[in-house]
């Protein structure tokens, strides 16, 4: 499948270009999901209220899960949500009607969560894959090897007044790739739980990723298929400056999905991580909010 190559399309916004709150929750927002014609959206919160909004005219209508909700997915045709949380099941919802389809009992499917530091990931294409974890690290995979191709390292963490780089080191990984961004610890926080890497998406079909975290941004990112590496574009930034320094941040992004136009970004953002309560921004805004892309 030829990949489209729209990521050095994405025009930097003139402004401070921040998101736009579309959806209100009560509690931190931990899986967001678009409809195929992205005309509609769904969210998840941590207390298991699953809500269904228009991108043009978010308001949203609630429907309750019984448990802490962590993933959403639409069906191809829009008439069907998936819904996953800790109860571990796997729950199917009507959208047209925002009813609970029942199944028998031994036909649910259980997935119980592996002793992984993985936070996310996603499919580039049908051979390449990206991941996230709580180290700060980016990685991009392909299925024909054991070790990623390429690793952006500290890719949102939270920098120190200097920021210096190991002279002895020449940033290769053990696969004979190089590895981006290798800052020594004293120049970056990557063990905070504002740093770990908690969400990344790609929009189908094409080179632009984005990955979010705690540090108060959304990063942008093109996938090169030729060199098989990762390079910024800009930093999207949840509100701004003003407000984020007022607030003292602006909440985790535990969620992100790309419009499959490629005309806008949104992401679900909560006070407090996804699974755990690591870290938390009182101040913070439980919520849906929405980039919006121009291409060149």
């Known amino acids: 499948m030829v990949r489209r190559a729209i990521a050095y399309r994405v ?47 978010p308001q949203g209508q609630a429907t309750k899960h019984s448990k802490h909700v962590l993933a959403l997915a639409i069906s191809s045709d829009g008439r069907y949500l998936a819904t996953g949380g800790l109860d571990r099941h796997v729950h199917l919802w009507d959208t047209r009607t925002r009813e609970h389809i029942q199944v028998h009992e031994e036909s ?6 592996p002793a992984s530091s993985l936070e996310c990931c996603c499919f580039v294409d049908n051979g390449e894959f990206l991941s996230g ?3 700060g690290n980016i990685e991009l995979w392909s299925i024909m090897r054991k070790k990623p191709v390429y690793i952006v390292r500290n890719a949102h963490a939270v920098p120190t007044e ?7 080191d020449d940033g290769r990984i053990p696969n004979g790739h190089f590895e981006n961004g290798h800052q020594n610890a004293e120049s970056y926080n990557c063990s905070s739980a504002f740093s770990w890497v908690s969400a990344i998406t790609v929009c189908r079909n094409s080179d632009l990723a984005a990955s979010g975290a705690g540090n108060g941004s959304v990063r942008l990112w093109a996938i090169e298929s030729e060199t098989k590496d990762i390079k910024p574009l800009y930093d999207a930034p949840l509100a701004s400056n003003k407000i984020a ?41 439980n919520g849906v909010a929405i980039h919006r892309l121009k291409l060149s």
């Open 133 to 135: 974890s709580d180290n």
């Open 245 to 285: 320094t007022k607030k003292k941040g602006v909440g985790f992004v535990n969620s992100l999905a790309f419009a499959k136009s490629a005309q806008f970004l949104v992401a679900g953002v909560g006070q407090e991580p996804r699974l755990r309560r690591w870290g938390r921004i009182a101040e913070a805004q």
């Open 162 to 168: 200097h920021m210096n780089s190991d002279p002895n």
């Open 108 to 113: 649910r499917l259980v997935f119980r969560a």
């Open 11 to 57: 025009q930097r916004p003139e402004t401070s270009g921040e998101f736009q709150v579309l959806v209100k929750h009560r509690h931190s927002v931990t899986a967001v999901a678009l409809s195929e014609d992205d005309l509609k959206g769904f969210s998840a919160s941590k207390d298991g209220t699953i809500m269904q909004w228009d991108v043009n005219n």
